[in-house]
Structures are given as C-alpha cells and as structure tokens.
C-alpha cells in the first residue's frame, strides 16, 4: 500500500499518544479536522485587524500539521509521503525567523481552547518532518523525525539532548 499524507497524519498522531503526547493543535491534508483546531501562525503586519475574511490574511501564514506537547518538549510537526525540503524549510522559517508569531499563535490557542500550555519561552521547541520510513534524507541533528511504515508502524526519533528530558515516566493523556 502506498502511504498518502493522510496515513502519515494517522500513523504520526497514534504514535504521539502513545508516546504521551497531547495533541494541541493540527490539521489534516486539506485544511480539514474534526479532531484538533488549526494553529494558524500569522503576520501582524498583514491581519492587522479582526477581519473574518481568511484570505485577507494568508499572506505569510503559516499552519503546522501538528503541535504535541509532552512537559516542556514541543513538537511542531510538518509530514509528507517522503521527504520535503520545502517542510525542512518551513519549520526553519517558523523556529528562526517567526517565533515570535508562533508563540503569540500558541498563547491564543491555549486561552481559546482553555488547554493549559506552559509559557512558550520555556517550551523546548523541536521541528519534526514525518514521512515514509523508507524515504532518502539526510538528517538534521537539531530536528526530530517521525518515520512511518504503515498506519500502525512508526518510530519517533528526536535528538538525544530531547530524548533525556522525555525519559521521566509519563501518564497517558488524551488529545485536547
């Protein structure tokens, strides 16, 4: 069977949970959830005011596929069927260059959704490419990868200095 990017959603959110992740936010190929809310990183200086019309604000609008939380460990997912550098590259853009937004984005969702988030200053921010496991890639140190085989197959590597704050035991917790 060929994964499409919707399997590697599936695959990738079972993981997590398994994992002791709580899923704060996603959103499924397509722009569709009935699960998880968006995470909608954007612009200040272009949505400068409360216009509904989404379009006004797509401009420099960023949405990861999926934001998990485990004590201070965050996961900003990005997943394809294979590798993506342009994933590679959105996730740079979001850590590097607008973090800033991406907190504020964080902080509004935890007051909207009533989910309790730690300051994101404190969060340990971790970019994650999921794709198939058999993809070619070369990896990145600094980033995590959430390799799938099959919707029920997958492997959660992170960078060791991440890995030591995850080996405190957990609780299992449902998505928000």
Same mark, same amino acid.
Request: hydrophobic residues 45%; aromatic residues 4%; proline residues 8%.
């Given at each position: 069977m060929r994964l499409t990017e919707g399997h590697i959603h599936v695959a990738a959110r079972r993981l997590l949970r398994r994992e002791g992740f709580i899923l704060l936010a996603g959103q499924y190929p397509g722009g569709s959830d009935d699960e998880l809310c968006a995470l909608n990183v954007v612009d200040p200086t272009v949505a400068c005011d409360d216009s509904p019309d989404p379009r006004r604000h797509s +401009?420099? &609008? *960023?949405?990861? +596929? /999926?934001? =998990? /939380? #485990?004590? !201070?460990?965050?996961?900003? %997912?990005?997943?394809k069927p294979d590798y993506s550098e342009d994933d590679y590259r959105k996730l740079l853009v979001i850590r +590097?260059?607008? #973090?800033? +937004?991406? !907190? $504020? $984005? /964080?902080? #509004? *969702?935890? =007051?909207?959704?009533? %989910?309790?988030?730690?300051?994101?200053?404190? /969060? #340990?921010? %971790?970019? %994650?490419?999921?794709?198939? =496991? &058999?993809a070619k890639h070369v990896p990145d140190p600094q980033f995590g990868y959430l390799l799938v085989e099959s919707l029920d197959v997958a492997t959660l590597l992170l960078p060791d200095a991440v890995r030591s704050l995850l080996t405190m035991p957990h609780r299992d917790e449902e998505s928000v």
């Open positions: +401009d420099g &609008k *960023l949405v990861p +596929d /999926l934001v =998990a /939380l #485990r004590g !201070n460990v965050l996961l900003v %997912v990005e997943m +590097d260059q607008r #973090r800033s +937004d991406f !907190n $504020a $984005a /964080l902080t #509004r *969702l935890s =007051a909207s959704r009533s %989910v309790p988030v730690p300051s994101p200053t404190t /969060l #340990r921010f %971790v970019p %994650v490419l999921g794709f198939h =496991a &058999k």
